[in-house]
C-alpha cells in the first residue's frame, strides 16, 4: 500500500469512527429522554398520596391559591410537563360536560412548555403553575400525574390516578345523585382503594 491510499483508509476509520460514536452519544441520550419523560416533575412527590384523608380540610396552601375550594365543589387535576397521558386528559377535560364544579389545573415542579395546556384550557379552568402549583402539592402530596384531587365544601372527598376524564364526571354525579355531598359524608366512588404497602 502507498502512502497516500493508507492516509485515506485511515482518514475513512477516523470519521468511521466519530461517526459511529456521535450516533452511539444520540442513542444514549434517546434513552434517557424517554425513560424520563412520564416521570414526574421533581418538585412532585412520589409516590404521593400520604396527607390525602377523607373529609380532611382542605389545607390553607390551597385555599389560599383556590379560594373557590373552601365552600365549592371543586377538582384539582395534577398535571405534569412531558407527560402524554396529561395532555390527553387535559384536552378531555376542557371538552368536560359536568360544570356542576370547578376545575383548576396544577402543574408542580420543573417549569417547561405549558403554551400547550393554556391553549387547551378554556379560561374558566384556571392553571396553576410555580411556587402556587409547588405549594399545593406540598399541601396535598399527589400521586403522580394525572391525579385528582376532589373536594366539597372544604373537604376532601375523594381522590384518584385519572386514566379518562369522562370516568371522573361519571363518579362524581354517580357520588352525588342525591345532591351535594353533607359534610362528612365521603363521596362512595371517588375514595380511593386500599392501598398496599401503605
Known amino acids: 500500500m502507498s502512502g497516500g491510499t493508507l492516509d485515506a483508509v485511515i482518514a475513512v476509520l477516523v470519521v468511521w469512527n466519530v461517526a459511529l460514536t456521535v450516533g452511539l452519544l444520540v442513542a444514549i441520550r434517546q434513552i434517557v429522554v424517554l425513560g424520563l419523560r ?9 409516590p404521593g398520596g400520604t396527607l390525602l384523608a377523607l373529609n380532611k380540610p382542605m389545607p390553607e396552601a390551597v385555599i389560599d391559591a ?7 365543589p371543586v377538582a384539582l387535576l395534577f398535571l405534569s410537563v412531558g407527560c402524554d397521558r396529561c395532555r390527553r386528559i387535559a384536552q378531555q377535560c376542557a371538552d368536560r360536560t359536568d360544570r356542576s364544579f370547578d376545575v383548576v389545573a396544577v402543574v408542580p415542579g420543573r417549569e417547561g412548555d405549558l403554551d400547550w395546556l ?3 384550557m378554556p379560561v374558566e379552568i384556571p392553571v396553576l403553575t410555580g411556587p402556587t402549583a409547588d405549594s399545593v402539592a406540598a399541601a396535598l402530596d ?7 384531587v376532589y373536594a366539597e ?11 379518562d376524564w369522562t370516568e371522573v364526571e361519571r363518579q362524581i354525579a354517580e357520588s352525588r345523585q342525591d345532591g351535594p355531598a353533607v359534610p362528612g359524608q365521603p363521596l362512595e366512588l371517588l375514595t380511593p382503594p386500599a392501598q398496599e404497602g401503605r
Open 66 to 72: 383556590v379560594p373557590a375550594a373552601r365552600n365549592q
Open 153 to 163: 365544601a372544604g373537604l376532601i372527598q375523594g381522590w384518584m390516578q385519572v386514566a
Open 38 to 46: 412520564d416521570r414526574p416533575p421533581q418538585g412532585s412527590p412520589s
Open 118 to 120: 393554556r391553549m387547551v
Open 142 to 148: 399527589p400521586m403522580p400525574a394525572p391525579f385528582l
